[in-house]
């Protein structure tokens, strides 16, 4: 079975980074699509970017493209999602999650397919 083990977080003051790390485990990423998703207080969950099994990358949010990006390190099954210049509207817990169909691709639109969530995810928080 696919786990997630998402770590990275923490609390950081605006305009600082993170880099938050994904390890997998019970799949490849050869064969597996990752994508990472934010849940902020009192708010849904939102998908952010994802990673095809091919390194093919689909940005979810416009208005994050040029501050965060997704990339894989196949020899360590581990996903990352880098934060730069972070705000406290960044403020959530940060989940990675698989496709629950189609598992090797990203789709278009997250909010038209269902995800697997299957690690505890990782709390940022940006505050002074």
């Known amino acids: 079975q696919v786990q997630f083990a998402e770590s990275g977080g923490g609390l950081v003051q605006p305009g600082g980074s993170l880099r938050l790390s994904c390890v997998v485990s019970?799949?490849?990423?050869?064969?597996?699509?990752i994508g990472w998703f934010r849940q902020a207080p009192g708010k849904e969950r939102e998908g952010i970017s994802c990673?095809?099994?091919?390194?093919?990358?689909?940005d979810f949010i416009e208005s994050l493209r040029g501050r965060f990006f997704i990339s894989r390190d196949i020899a360590l099954n581990t996903v990352y999602l880098q934060m730069n210049d972070l705000k406290p509207d960044d403020t959530a817990v940060y989940y990675c999650?698989?496709?629950?169909?189609?598992?090797?691709?990203?789709?278009?639109?997250?909010?038209?397919?269902?995800?697997?969530?299957r690690g505890q995810g990782t709390q940022v928080t940006v505050s002074k």
């Open positions: 999650v698989t496709p629950t169909e189609a598992p090797m691709l990203c789709p278009d639109n997250p909010s038209l397919t269902p995800w697997d969530y």
């Open positions: 019970g799949a490849t990423l050869d064969w597996q699509a």
């Open positions: 990673i095809s099994y091919n390194d093919m990358i689909t």
